[in-house]
């Protein structure tokens, strides 16, 4: 049987040309499912400087739809007014899967509604943590909850992600995948890693890279790579860079990054009179990170919280030792040895800090070792791989059984609703699952629902389906199936 | 059942020329096509007459007291306007509604079904490629009384635009042409196939073509892909229609020199191209062969 290959819709309001997580996120994983012979268009909203649609390396084409303009012009509420384009594309990209990233993309949202709609096969990615108890998060968790009841499945980034989301939007955990992010590991090389893998014949096998040990006499240089943000931790981090340089005086501070709270950090140097020993780089694009890792010996991430953190993954395969708070995922990212975990407090920041350096000093830590142990670990050939499994499950072409465990079947607590490829696009079916939302929001969620079917209906008759042109493909990549398959 | 789906007509009068015409009108119509279209005809030229006599008798009845007792209103003289209001069956008839209908009923309705009468059925766009001359561009009006004024137009010019009264051609010489582009654009509620020539000295016009991309279009403007015809054996179609063309079409791309270049939209799917940045919809011709 010859391999089933999907077509593939990214949709995010997050997308290059800016500069973040998710964004990175999605053209990786878009990167290597088209290695997998799959083919995956990104849609995303206009920038004023990048507008219509475009190609990317691999042939990942980019529709950047002129939302602002349709939205302007018209005074429907954006949720409609993005149907019409949004079936175009579907249809002349034949699209099968719409899978949306990041739950504060109303884009994201929108397409995965109008996707059911359409009956395609949804997925959505969470890559982000909320609260339960502020006005924004309640009226987020609604929305999510609309959109979540009539996803086909639902993937996080980490197990904390995943007991979030399912909380925040009541899903059945059975239909939520723990899928955490990568990194290009190549990108992320230690200063002396060698530069190319050595020939596997050259007589001496593999070289294991040279151990570097810390003088007694060099400073040991700590850096700091995030927004200056409430949420990523700086206050602490401003209360703790005074203790921790009284306690180590031979240490050195490098700051990367801009946001509200640089200006508290500049105070505190002024203060302290540190500006010899606390070096402020402000923002540094994504391509610089890795020079500016490469500086240092240990990485202090002193986030309040985080879904995932790539940031870590990508100091320890820079060879850095991890000095993190123990919030959200951040416990899940990497093995113990690489990492010294505080509490997110002051006092315990400080002392995790000086264990960490005096581990360092002691020579006890590998921090050679840990590029080639993250290399194994994330690689986004895997990601894609277990992403791809997740499209296999909700086109139904491994066995429910397979896909989401074979004692799923037999629990008493399951309520016999048919969870895989199955799941029905019926809109009785879809209605009855919105209804549940709530006492009033379940009404309202359903009257969307409907709205949008009508919409649907109303495209199908004035902008017939054969009137639409099938956009030419991309010359497809021929995937030859690894034996894990 | 009057128009056909737009299909390609690719016409070679000589070794180093090609005419591609995509057209929506029936490649060979049935009689049952002719009798129709020749009822329509009919049926539109009794509507603009009905309607053209209605707003007349609207006017007469409606005209103030001083402007009635000056003779010579519209070189005829007012008996002659009596005559023809209440002398004929037609004129009777018409001068009755005219009284009974309000007028802001009356004129905005008359007015759409003389729109509606000369509004065109068929859309065709033709794209002329001569080697080592240029390329000419050539699309039909939205309706037939701008064909029959750029036909007298053309035919006042000395003949240089003579196109048998299809509309406004443009003629794009080699060596004002620096590129030639096809990509995929929003264009309304939907993506659609452009083809752009990139013309030498043409100010302004690649900051109209993003917003011209994003204008909403009418309910079947330009030629899109009307019902019938399978996508793939349509694009099957253009793909051995087109294939020998293609070659040619790049013969005629200059030297890319991204310094300074205007985009001159040699047009977007749209009969009705406002200004210069007119587009036509053989878009799909060569798009589909590359």
């Not at chain 1, 951040?330 to 920041?349: N, Q, R, S, Y």
């Amino acid at each position: 049987m010859p391999r089933r290959t999907y077509n593939i819709a990214m949709v995010s309001d997050f997308f290059f040309p800016q500069p973040g997580g998710v964004e990175s996120h999605i053209y990786q994983l878009a990167t290597k499912l088209v290695d997998r012979g799959h083919k995956v268009v990104v849609i995303t909203h206009a920038y004023p400087d990048r507008k219509g649609i475009r190609y990317l390396t691999n042939g990942i084409k980019v529709y950047h739809v002129p939302f602002a303009i349709i939205y302007r012009s018209a005074t429907f509420p954006t949720v409609f007014s993005f149907f019409p384009m949004f079936r175009n594309i579907m249809i002349r990209e034949q699209i099968d899967i719409v899978h949306g990233h990041a739950s504060l993309s109303s884009l994201c949202h929108e397409a995965l509604l109008h996707g059911r709609s359409m009956g395609l096969r949804t997925v959505f990615t969470d890559h982000s943590l909320f609260g339960f108890a502020e006005a924004g998060s309640i009226l987020t968790n609604k929305l999510l909850k609309f959109i979540l009841s009539d996803v086909d499945h639902v993937i996080c980034v980490s197990h904390t992600s995943k007991e979030n989301t399912v909380l925040r939007a009541a899903l059945d955990p059975v239909m939520v995948s723990v899928i955490p992010n990568a990194v290009v590991s190549e990108n992320f090389r230690p200063r002396k890693y060698p530069p190319e893998p050595p020939a596997p014949n050259n007589g001496f096998g593999n070289a294991t890279p040279a151990v570097h040990h810390l003088g007694p006499n060099d400073p040991v240089v700590i850096v700091v790579i995030s927004r200056l943000f409430y949420n990523k931790g700086t206050d602490l981090l401003t209360a703790s860079i005074p203790r921790i340089l009284e306690n180590h005086p031979n240490t050195r501070f490098i700051i990367a990054g801009s946001g509200p709270k640089s200006i508290d950090l500049e105070q505190m140097i002024e203060q302290n009179v540190l500006q010899d020993k606390v070096e402020m780089l402000g923002s540094v694009r994504h391509e610089q990170v890795r020079d500016v890792m490469v500086r240092g010996h240990i990485y202090l991430h002193p986030s309040l919280t985080e879904a995932f953190g790539t940031v870590l993954v990508e100091a320890a395969s820079c060879g850095l030792y991890v000095v993190c708070t123990a919030v959200g995922g951040i416990p899940e990212v990497l093995p113990g040895h690489m990492t010294v975990f505080a509490k997110p407090e002051e006092d315990d920041l400080v002392v995790a800090t000086g264990k960490a350096i005096s581990a360092l000093r002691a020579n006890k830590v590998r921090t050679e070792k840990f590029h080639d142990q993250v290399k194994a670990m994330y690689s986004w050939d895997n990601i894609a791989k277990r992403t791809e499994r997740v499209y296999k499950g909700i086109m139904g072409d491994i066995t429910e059984a397979e896909f989401y465990g074979y004692d799923v079947g037999n629990t008493a607590a399951w309520n016999g609703e048919s969870h895989s490829g199955v799941r029905s696009f019926a809109l009785i079916d879809r209605l009855k699952r919105y209804y549940g939302c709530g006492v009033w929001a379940g009404k309202l969620f359903c009257l969307c629902a409907v709205i949008d079917y009508l919409l649907f209906v109303f495209c199908e008759w004035f902008w017939p389906r054969d009137g639409i042109d099938i956009a030419r493909e991309w010359p497809r990549k021929i995937y030859h199936s690894d034996d894990d398959d | 059942m009057l128009t056909a789906a737009p299909h390609l007509h690719v016409r070679r009068p000589s070794p180093t020329t090609a005419e591609f015409t995509v057209s929506t009108y029936p490649p060979h119509p049935t009689l049952t096509q002719r009798l129709l279209l020749v009822l329509v005809g009919t049926l539109r030229v009794v509507l603009a007459l009905g309607a053209g006599m209605l707003l007349y008798a609207a006017w007469w009845t409606q005209l103030s007291p001083s402007a009635y007792e000056q003779s010579n209103i519209w070189l005829l003289p007012a008996a002659q306007h009596e005559f023809l209001l209440y002398g004929t069956a037609l004129g009777r008839g018409a001068a009755d509604v005219a009284a009974r209908a309000p007028a802001w009923a009356l004129v905005p309705l008359c007015l759409g079904a003389l729109y509606a009468a000369v509004k065109r059925i068929h859309v065709e766009e033709r794209l002329l490629v001569l080697r080592g001359l240029g390329i000419q561009t050539r699309s039909t009006p939205a309706t037939v009384l701008l064909g029959w004024l750029g036909w007298l137009g053309s035919r006042g010019g000395g003949g240089a635009n003579n196109n048998g009264g299809g509309g406004p051609t443009r003629f794009i010489p080699t060596e004002k042409i620096r590129d030639v582009l096809i990509n995929e654009a929003f264009w309304g509620f939907g993506v659609r196939y452009i083809l752009v020539v990139v013309v030498e000295g043409e100010e302004g016009a690649r900051r109209r073509l993003p917003e011209a991309a994003a204008a909403p279009r009418g309910r079947r403007g330009g030629l899109a892909w009307a019902k019938g015809v399978s996508v793939r054996r349509r694009r099957d179609r253009w793909r051995r229609a087109a294939a020998g063309e293609e070659a040619e079409v790049q013969g005629y791309q200059a030297t890319l020199d991204r310094g300074r270049q205007d985009v001159a939209g040699v047009g977007y799917g749209r009969e009705r191209g406002r200004g210069s940045g007119r587009v036509m919809t053989s878009r799909n011709v060569i798009t589909n062969n590359i």
